[in-house]
């Protein structure tokens, strides 16, 4: 019976030495990219709208719109974004968004960064 040696012999350490580097592009998540309707539903009376609506796209991991967001997707769909935009007394706010995309539908939560607006959201992939 012959036992596997713990160091490795000569060939295997020359074989390795010439073994190319090689670089990995990276990997990009393509099943939630495009369109997206976010709708976020206020839940309590702290908002000053009840519900509002805002078209997001998703490349790869990033998450932009044509308002003042930012925000990264996972693998597996899960969000976190911050939109930023002005209240109706011209004051600075921004929601903080999670949750988590499922095939072309998504759902999570909102809350208001530094105040008690807080609610529900829904996503739905645009088709068209």
Known sequence: MKLASLEPTKEVLRAIKNIPERVCAPVKVKAFDGAWALTRRAGNSACDYTE???????????????????????????????????????????????????????????????????????LDKRTE
């Open 52 to 122: 509002q609506s805002t078209t997001i796209f998703i490349d790869g991991t990033e998450i932009s719109a044509m308002v003042p967001l930012a925000g990264t997707i996972t693998a597996d769909g899960a969000f976190d974004i911050y939109l930023s935009f002005v209240d109706d007394d011209g004051a600075p706010r921004q929601n903080h968004i999670i949750g988590r995309l499922q095939g072309a539908k998504g759902s999570g939560e909102f809350s208001r960064v530094g105040g008690e607006c807080a609610g529900v959201v829904r």
